[in-house]
């Protein structure tokens, strides 16, 4: 037993740690949001909106009928010099939410919404009696105005890219000339080393389709650091990489911004805002799409930590950033996570978010990666909106082509497909229009899965339904005997203007002018016939016997 004396003692060193852990707690500082009341110099922005979106930004806008908004002006700059006047450190901001985010105690925290410009001020802690773990969180799980007019149509040999092309029926829309081109993509990752010199970017490098680059958790311009993880790059090389035989992205003729958001080193809240301030850089350039494979739910501190309740689209920081993303014409697509076979099977933010497009990931055989994450958002909108290949889904990275799972990968396959249909699509159709037509064209519509949404994309007859080609093909054009042997005969009630074959591997083979084709030197199998008349086009199945 302890003597008198020592329990004494004892008691006081008790008492003196229960003091010190009580200072300790006031003391503690969280990551806050501080909203501001206003923007007083908004009219500045009015009356000259380049001063702070570009053309191509406006442009976008004004296609889609989206009228600017105050959301649109900067941040009050004095607002900003004031918080940092109070010995607040401020990197990271938000014109979009109207604030900036420092970390604060809880005595800061009333002084600051005290403040006459000061809206209120938003914690991010969620669970207030959480804290570090001990153990990094795998964040990946990478397992293993003027019509937008069409490039000049581009055979390409896919080699072992084609299965997860023509798996979405890409390559057809492809073929009839839709690759991208004119659509600008902000691919919001980890970093892009090797993008810089690797021979699988160096097509995308030569014809000058990096068009900006930065690294918004460093605040610097370095993107192409080997230090930095090469999950970005991978997702970009699904997009936009191209070996020549070997590997065909989904959109290799659309130009990029690479945008750098996520520490892989941690995973921290303010990575939230790094992947909003991405966002508003990205829709200050004007792109058309946003492709994005990260998602949060558990952070190294867990105070931080979100709930599957969270998890209904308005809740978290970054979905309300993806959402205002949307609202602006961009369409913004998302992993839906690999958690599939976790205690923790949901999908995360931002892929929870009603407006953003949430992709899913299947085999080869069309049925659901087991590691794909469930939905719906816990708002019960369904969620993934739709699905791609995400199992072995092949990829580029530095020179060579190589495959690996993840929904993180069947994003990027599914955003170079928007890419090329929103490059056929009049440029003044709305977003959530085309959205719908490609969960109405889906494999599984009008059912869903938890899995898988509305199923595997179909982006060709998408095109079709949306152009009505379908009516017009099949009133109009016809193609006989299919399957055929010696030679085919085009019946068309306009003149045919050409019809161009192409091989299993997206090869042009013959292209003529006459009805009557000669295609006796065809192997055996399966081609894509391309007839053009002066009323439009139509792309078709032929069989050789």
């Given at each position: 037993?302890?003597e008198?004396?020592?329990?004494?003692?004892?008691?006081k060193?008790?008492?003196?740690?229960?003091?010190?852990?009580?200072?300790l707690?006031?003391?503690?500082?969280?990551?806050?949001?501080?909203y501001?009341?206003?923007?007083?110099?908004?009219?500045?922005f009015?009356n000259?909106?380049?001063?702070?979106l570009?053309q191509?930004?406006?442009?976008?806008?004004?296609?889609l009928?989206?009228?600017?908004?105050?959301?649109?002006?900067p941040?009050?700059s004095?607002?900003i010099?004031?918080?940092?006047?109070?010995?607040?450190t401020?990197?990271?901001?938000?014109k979009?939410?109207?604030?900036v985010?420092?970390?604060?105690?809880?005595?800061?925290?009333?002084?600051?919404?005290?403040?006459a410009?000061?809206d209120?001020?938003?914690?991010?802690?969620?669970?207030?009696?959480?804290?570090?773990?001990?153990?990094?969180?795998?964040?990946?799980?990478?397992?293993s105005g003027?019509?937008?007019t069409?490039?000049?149509m581009?055979?390409?040999?896919?080699g072992n890219?084609?299965?997860q092309?023509?798996?979405?029926?890409l390559?057809?829309l492809h073929v009839?000339?839709?690759?991208g081109?004119?659509?600008?993509?902000a691919?919001?990752?980890?970093?892009f080393?090797?993008?810089?010199?690797?021979?699988?970017f160096?097509?995308?490098r030569?014809n000058?389709?990096?068009k900006?680059?930065?690294n918004?958790?460093s605040?610097?311009s370095?993107?192409?650091s080997n230090?930095?993880?090469?999950?970005?790059?991978?997702?970009?090389?699904?997009?936009?990489?191209?070996?020549d035989?070997?590997?065909?992205?989904?959109a290799?003729?659309a130009?990029?911004y690479l945008?750098a958001?996520?520490d892989?080193?941690?995973?921290?809240?303010e990575?939230?805002?790094?992947?909003?301030e991405?966002?508003?850089?990205?829709?200050?350039?004007?792109?058309?799409?946003i492709?994005t494979?990260l998602?949060?739910?558990?952070?190294?501190d867990?105070r931080?930590?979100?709930?599957?309740?969270d998890m209904?689209?308005?809740?978290t920081f970054?979905?309300r950033?993806?959402?205002?993303?949307?609202?602006?014409?961009i369409f913004?697509?998302?992993?839906?996570?690999?958690?599939?076979?976790?205690s923790?099977?949901?999908i995360?933010?931002?892929?929870d978010?009603?407006?953003?497009?949430?992709?899913?990931?299947?085999?080869?055989?069309?049925?659901s990666?087991g590691?794909?994450?469930?939905?719906?958002?816990s708002?019960?909108?369904?969620?993934p909106?739709a699905?791609?290949r995400?199992?072995?889904?092949?990829?580029?990275?530095?020179?060579?082509?190589?495959?690996?799972?993840?929904?993180?990968?069947?994003?990027p396959l599914?955003?170079g497909?928007?890419?090329?249909?929103?490059?056929s699509?009049?440029?003044?159709?709305?977003?959530?229009?085309?959205?719908?037509r490609?969960?109405?064209n889906a494999?599984?519509y009008?059912?869903?899965?938890?899995?898988?949404g509305?199923?595997?994309?179909?982006?060709?007859?998408?095109?079709q339904?949306?152009?009505?080609?379908n009516?017009v093909a099949?009133?109009?054009?016809r193609?006989?005997?299919?399957p055929a042997?010696?030679?085919i005969?085009?019946?068309?009630d306009?003149?045919?203007?050409?019809?161009?074959?192409y091989?299993?591997?997206?090869?042009?083979?013959?292209m003529?002018n006459?009805?009557k084709?000669?295609?006796?030197?065809?192997a055996?199998?399966?081609?894509?016939?391309?007839?053009?008349?002066?009323?439009?086009e139509?792309?078709?199945?032929?069989?050789k016997?």
């Amino acid at each position: 037993m302890f003597e008198k004396s020592k329990i004494g003692n004892v008691r006081k060193i008790f008492t003196i740690l229960a003091v010190k852990l009580s200072f300790l707690a006031a003391a503690q500082t969280e990551l806050v949001f501080v909203y501001f009341k206003d923007k007083p110099n908004k009219s500045v922005f009015y009356n000259n909106p380049l001063s702070e979106l570009s053309q191509k930004s406006l442009d976008r806008r004004n296609r889609l009928g989206i009228a600017l908004t105050d959301q649109d002006a900067p941040i009050e700059s004095t607002y900003i010099q004031n918080v940092k006047n109070l010995g607040f450190t401020v990197k990271d901001y938000s014109k979009w939410l109207n604030g900036v985010a420092v970390n604060a105690t809880a005595s800061q925290i009333n002084q600051l919404s005290q403040l006459a410009y000061v809206d209120h001020v938003e914690s991010f802690v969620r669970n207030p009696d959480g804290g570090k773990r001990s153990k990094k969180i795998d964040k990946f799980k990478t397992l293993s105005g003027n019509p937008i007019t069409k490039d000049v149509m581009t055979d390409f040999n896919y080699g072992n890219s084609l299965s997860q092309i023509n798996q979405i029926n890409l390559r057809a829309l492809h073929v009839a000339g839709y690759t991208g081109t004119g659509m600008s993509i902000a691919v919001i990752d980890t970093g892009f080393p090797s993008v810089n010199t690797g021979s699988a970017f160096k097509r995308m490098r030569d014809n000058g389709h990096i068009k900006a680059t930065y690294n918004f958790v460093s605040k610097t311009s370095n993107v192409y650091s080997n230090s930095l993880d090469s999950h970005g790059a991978m997702c970009l090389g699904i997009i936009g990489g191209y070996i020549d035989g070997t590997f065909v992205g989904s959109a290799p003729d659309a130009d990029f911004y690479l945008y750098a958001s996520e520490d892989a080193a941690n995973e921290i809240p303010e990575e939230q805002l790094y992947w909003i301030e991405a966002a508003e850089e990205a829709d200050r350039q004007g792109v058309d799409v946003i492709s994005t494979s990260l998602g949060y739910s558990e952070f190294d501190d867990s105070r931080y930590d979100y709930t599957y309740d969270d998890m209904d689209g308005t809740t978290t920081f970054i979905s309300r950033g993806a959402q205002v993303a949307s609202e602006k014409g961009i369409f913004v697509l998302v992993a839906a996570g690999n958690e599939g076979q976790d205690s923790w099977h949901y999908i995360s933010a931002p892929a929870d978010n009603a407006k953003v497009f949430s992709i899913g990931a299947v085999t080869s055989s069309g049925n659901s990666s087991g590691f794909s994450s469930y939905g719906p958002n816990s708002a019960g909108v369904i969620k993934p909106d739709a699905s791609a290949r995400g199992t072995n889904t092949y990829y580029v990275y530095n020179n060579s082509s190589n495959y690996g799972n993840g929904t993180s990968f069947a994003t990027p396959l599914a955003a170079g497909g928007v890419a090329c249909l929103l490059q056929s699509f009049v440029p003044s159709e709305s977003r959530e229009y085309i959205k719908n037509r490609l969960k109405e064209n889906a494999s599984l519509y009008p059912n869903q899965t938890p899995q898988m949404g509305y199923g595997i994309l179909n982006f060709y007859k998408t095109y079709q339904t949306y152009l009505r080609l379908n009516e017009v093909a099949q009133s109009k054009i016809r193609i006989y005997p299919n399957p055929a042997k010696d030679f085919i005969i085009i019946s068309s009630d306009e003149k045919l203007q050409s019809a161009a074959i192409y091989d299993n591997l997206g090869r042009l083979i013959k292209m003529e002018n006459s009805d009557k084709l000669d295609i006796s030197g065809l192997a055996k199998g399966s081609y894509l016939i391309q007839i053009k008349t002066k009323s439009g086009e139509t792309i078709q199945k032929l069989i050789k016997e």
